[in-house]
C-alpha cells in the first residue's frame, strides 16, 4: 500500500470511528487490519466492531471492509467487478462471508459461544449509482452482509445502533483474544512468569490453554511422538528442525513434548539461556518434580552415553555453541561440536529455534548446521516451520514491522499503523519511557525496560546497592544485578531471576537476560550500537559494550546486533515503548511511529 493509500485508507477508518461516537457507541472496541490464528483466507479484514448487542445482550461483532472504490461494473460471465484495477476483482462479500464463518467455525475463536455476527461493506467513496451492478448482484441478497456507500452514511450509523449498545466492548474483545490465545494469566506468588508459558507450566495437563497446541505445532508434536515410539522398538534415531519467530510456541511444544512421555522414558529438555533456565526452574520446581528433572543444558553431554536417552529437546537450539565451554567445569569442555554431542545422545533429537535470535558470534545453531550433522550419520531431518505467532497480541503486523524497521528483509521501513492488537510509541526520552512502564506496573501489568549493550555493567557495591550504569543524560538506571545472590538491596532481585519478580521493573535488562522472556509491555532503549545514517542502518563498535560482540574477530557484529535489537522488539504482549539515544535515530524513530488521531485502539487492559 502507498503512503497516499495509507493516508486514504486511515481517513476512512477515522470516519468509521466519528460514526460510532456520533451515535453514541464510543465503547465499541475496533480491531485493525485483524486476522485471527489459523484463518487461511486473503489478508486481514479491515476492521472488526466489537461491542453488546442491545437486544440479546451477548458479544457482537461486525466485520467492516473498507473499500476506497468510486465504481463497480460487472464483467459478464464472470462474476468479477472492474473498480479501476487493471485486474477485475471479487465481490467483496467473498471476503466477508468466509471471515464471518471461520470466526463461528470449529477452528474459529468463537466456537461454541453465542454471539450477534454480521458483516458490512462500507464504500465510503461512491455512490450508489457507482455501483449498482454490485449492489444488485444476487450475493448482495444471499450473504448477510451489508453494503453502504458513501451516500448512505446514515443507514451505516442505523446498523451500529442496531448491531451495539452503548456498553463497553472491552470484555468482549477479552474474551475473543482468550480464545485466540492471547489471555492473561494471574502472577503466582510474587513470581510475574512469561505469560502464555506460564500457562503450559501451571494448568493441568489437557486442559484447553494459551498454548494449547495446534495446527503444524501439533502434527510436529504427534511426529516427534511417533519416532519415539519407533526407537523405542527398533532403535531408529531421528532429528526434528522446528523453526519459528518470537512466541510461536516452541517452548511449548517442548513442554508439551515431555508431558505426554510415558514416565520412564530417558528424556531431557536442554537448553543454553541462563536466566530462561533458572525462571523454568524456579517455576517448575513448584508444581512438577517430574518434568524439574528433564531440564539441563547444552553443555551437559560431553562425555554422554551415546543414545542413552531416548528424547533430547533442545529448546532455544539458535543458541548452540561451537563447542561446549563451561570456565568452572572442566567435565562440561568439549572437543567435539555441540551439535553432534546432543544429537549422539539420544535416539531422538528435537532442534527448536529461530535464526533472528542469535546474537554472540559463537552461536552456531542453524538449520544447515544442524541438517548437516544429521546427514553425517546418514539422517534426513524432519523440518517443520511455525508460521503463527501469539506473542506481541498475535499481530503479524507488529511483527513484518519490526522486520522491515529493523532491515530484517528486503522491505524498506513504513509508517507503524495501529491495529488494536499491539501499541507502538515512541517517547520523547527515557523519563517519559520509563513513566510508562511503572504506570502499566502499577496498573498489574507485568512490565520491563529493556536496552542495548551500550553502557559498563558494574558489580553491586559492598553494601548491595547496585550503581546506575545506564546515563542518559541527567536521567541514570542499574542495569539488572551483575550476580547471583539471592538478595541484594532495595529487593532487587539476581540477573537470572530479573525478569521474573516484580521489584526488576526498575533494573534495566539487556538480551541475555530478557531472550526467552515476555511481558505485556518493554521499553525498548537503542543505545550508539545501532544508528541510521543516510537511510540506513549502521552497527558502531564504538557504540558496543558488549566484549565479545564487538571483538575485530566478530565478522558477524552487525548481525549479532540487529538481532538483538529483534529480541529486545518482541518481547512484549500489548505495547512497546521506544527510545533512541541517538537523535538521528530518534528522529527515524517519530517518524515511523506517528501520532494516531483515533483513541481506544490500544489492546484491551492496557
Given at each position: 500500500m502507498s503512503e497516499?493509500?495509507?493516508?486514504?485508507?486511515?481517513?476512512?477508518?477515522?470516519?468509521?470511528?466519528?460514526?460510532?461516537?456520533?451515535?453514541?457507541?464510543?465503547?465499541?472496541?475496533?480491531?485493525?487490519?485483524?486476522?485471527?490464528?489459523?484463518?487461511?483466507?486473503?489478508?486481514?479484514?479491515?476492521a472488526v466492531l466489537i461491542g453488546i448487542h442491545p437486544e440479546s445482550g451477548r458479544d457482537s461483532y461486525l466485520p467492516v471492509e473498507l473499500k476506497r472504490w468510486t465504481e463497480a461494473l460487472e464483467e459478464p460471465g464472470t462474476g468479477k467487478y472492474r473498480v479501476g484495477y487493471a485486474t477485475p476483482t471479487k465481490h467483496p462479500s467473498q471476503q466477508i462471508k468466509p471471515f464471518c464463518d471461520f470466526l463461528v467455525s470449529e477452528q474459529g475463536p468463537l466456537n461454541g459461544l453465542r454471539v450477534e455476527l454480521a458483516g458490512a461493506v462500507y464504500l465510503h467513496n461512491a455512490h450508489q449509482?457507482?455501483?449498482?451492478?454490485?449492489?444488485?448482484?444476487?450475493?448482495?441478497?444471499?450473504?448477510?452482509?451489508?453494503?453502504?456507500?458513501?451516500?448512505?452514511?446514515?443507514?451505516?450509523?442505523?446498523?451500529?445502533?442496531?448491531?451495539?449498545?452503548?456498553?463497553?466492548?472491552?470484555?468482549?474483545?477479552?474474551?475473543?483474544?482468550?480464545?485466540?490465545?492471547?489471555?492473561?494469566?494471574t502472577p503466582l506468588i510474587e513470581m510475574m512468569m512469561n505469560n502464555p508459558l506460564a500457562d503450559v507450566l501451571f494448568q493441568p495437563h489437557g486442559e484447553d490453554h494459551v498454548f494449547t497446541l495446534r495446527g503444524i505445532q501439533l502434527t510436529a508434536k504427534n511426529s516427534i511422538l511417533d519416532a519415539v515410539g519407533r526407537a523405542k522398538k527398533q532403535g531408529e534415531?531421528?532429528?526434528?528442525?522446528?523453526?519459528?519467530?518470537?512466541?510461536?510456541?516452541?517452548?511449548?511444544?517442548?513442554?508439551?513434548?515431555?508431558?505426554?512421555?510415558?514416565?520412564?522414558?530417558?528424556?531431557?529438555?536442554?537448553?543454553?539461556?541462563?536466566?530462561?533456565?533458572?525462571?523454568?526452574?524456579?517455576?517448575?520446581?513448584?508444581?512438577?518434580?517430574?518434568?524439574?528433572?528433564?531440564?539441563?543444558?547444552?553443555?551437559e553431554f560431553v562425555?554422554?552415553?551415546?543414545?542413552?536417552?531416548?528424547?533430547?529437546?533442545?529448546?532455544?537450539?539458535?543458541?548452540?555453541?561451537?563447542?561446549?565451554?563451561?570456565?568452572?567445569?572442566?567435565?562440561?569442555?568439549?572437543?567435539?561440536?555441540?551439535?553432534?554431542?546432543?544429537?549422539?545422545?539420544?535416539?531422538?533429537?528435537?532442534?527448536?529455534l529461530d535464526e533472528k535470535q542469535s546474537v554472540r558470534s559463537n552461536e552456531v545453531g542453524t538449520v544447515s548446521t544442524i541438517r548437516r550433522a544429521a546427514k553425517e550419520r546418514d539422517i534426513k531431518a524432519a523440518e517443520y516451520d511455525l508460521r503463527r505467532q501469539w506473542r506481541c497480541g498475535g499481530?503479524?503486523?507488529?511483527?513484518e514491522w519490526v522486520h522491515s524497521l529493523l532491515g530484517m528483509n528486503d522491505s524498506a521501513p513504513w509508517k507503524w499503523m495501529p491495529d488494536g492488537m499491539m501499541h507502538v510509541q515512541v517517547a520523547d526520552g527515557p523519563a517519559e519511557l520509563e513513566q510508562v512502564i511503572l504506570d502499566e506496573d502499577r496498573a498489574g501489568s507485568t512490565a520491563r525496560i529493556v536496552a542495548g549493550y551500550c553502557w559498563p555493567w558494574s558489580k553491586p557495591r559492598a553494601d548491595g546497592t547496585l550503581v546506575p550504569d545506564v546515563r542518559i543524560g541527567e536521567w541514570a538506571r542499574p542495569w539488572n544485578v551483575n550476580g547471583t545472590h539471592k538478595e541484594y538491596a532495595n529487593g532487587a532481585p539476581p540477573k537470572n531471576l530479573w525478569s521474573v519478580r516484580r521489584a526488576g521493573v526498575?533494573?534495566?535488562?539487556?538480551?541475555?537476560?530478557?531472550?526467552?522472556?515476555?511481558?505485556?509491555?518493554?521499553?525498548?532503549?537503542?543505545?550508539?550500537?545501532?544508528?541510521?545514517?543516510?537511510?540506513?542502518?549502521?552497527?558502531?563498535?564504538?557504540?558496543?559494550r558488549d566484549a565479545k560482540v564487538k571483538a575485530r574477530s566478530n565478522t558477524r557484529f552487525e548481525e549479532c546486533v540487529r538481532n538483538a535489537y529483534h529480541v529486545l522488539l518482541t518481547r512484549a504482549r500489548r505495547g512497546v515503548v521506544l527510545y533512541s539515544v541517538d537523535p538521528t535515530t530518534q528522529q527515524f524513530l517519530n517518524s515511523m511511529v506517528p501520532v494516531f488521531p483515533i483513541e481506544g485502539l490500544r489492546p484491551p487492559g492496557t
Open positions: 497516499s493509500e495509507q493516508e486514504a485508507w486511515a481517513t476512512s477508518l477515522i470516519e468509521l470511528a466519528q460514526d460510532l461516537v456520533a451515535v453514541g457507541r464510543g465503547e465499541v472496541r475496533v480491531l485493525v487490519e485483524f486476522k485471527p490464528p489459523g484463518y487461511g483466507g486473503k489478508g486481514e479484514m479491515d449509482d457507482d455501483v449498482a451492478d454490485l449492489l444488485n448482484h444476487k450475493s448482495t441478497r444471499t450473504i448477510k452482509t451489508v453494503h453502504f456507500t458513501g451516500d448512505r452514511r446514515e443507514s451505516l450509523r442505523q446498523l451500529l445502533t442496531t448491531q451495539f449498545s452503548q456498553a463497553s466492548g472491552e470484555t468482549a474483545v477479552e474474551r475473543l483474544f482468550e480464545r485466540m490465545g492471547t489471555k492473561d494469566n534415531k531421528a532429528v526434528f528442525i522446528i523453526t519459528g519467530g518470537a512466541g510461536t510456541g516452541k517452548t511449548a511444544i517442548s513442554i508439551e513434548l515431555l508431558r505426554d512421555l510415558e514416565p520412564s522414558t530417558p528424556a531431557r529438555l536442554a537448553n543454553g539461556a541462563e536466566a530462561f533456565m533458572a525462571t523454568l526452574k524456579e517455576h517448575v520446581g513448584q508444581t512438577d518434580r517430574v518434568l524439574y528433572e528433564y531440564l539441563a543444558y547444552f553443555n562425555h554422554a552415553q551415546p543414545d542413552g536417552l531416548t528424547l533430547m529437546v533442545c529448546d532455544e537450539a539458535h543458541r548452540l555453541r561451537e563447542k561446549s565451554e563451561d570456565r568452572f567445569r572442566r567435565e562440561r569442555r568439549g572437543t567435539r561440536p555441540q551439535v553432534d554431542e546432543l544429537i549422539d545422545a539420544a535416539k531422538v533429537s528435537v532442534f527448536l499481530s503479524d503486523s507488529y511483527i526498575h533494573q534495566i535488562g539487556c538480551v541475555y537476560t530478557a531472550q526467552g522472556m515476555e511481558w505485556d509491555w518493554c521499553g525498548v532503549i537503542l543505545g550508539d550500537d545501532y544508528v541510521r545514517r543516510d537511510g540506513t542502518w549502521v552497527a558502531q563498535r564504538s557504540g558496543s
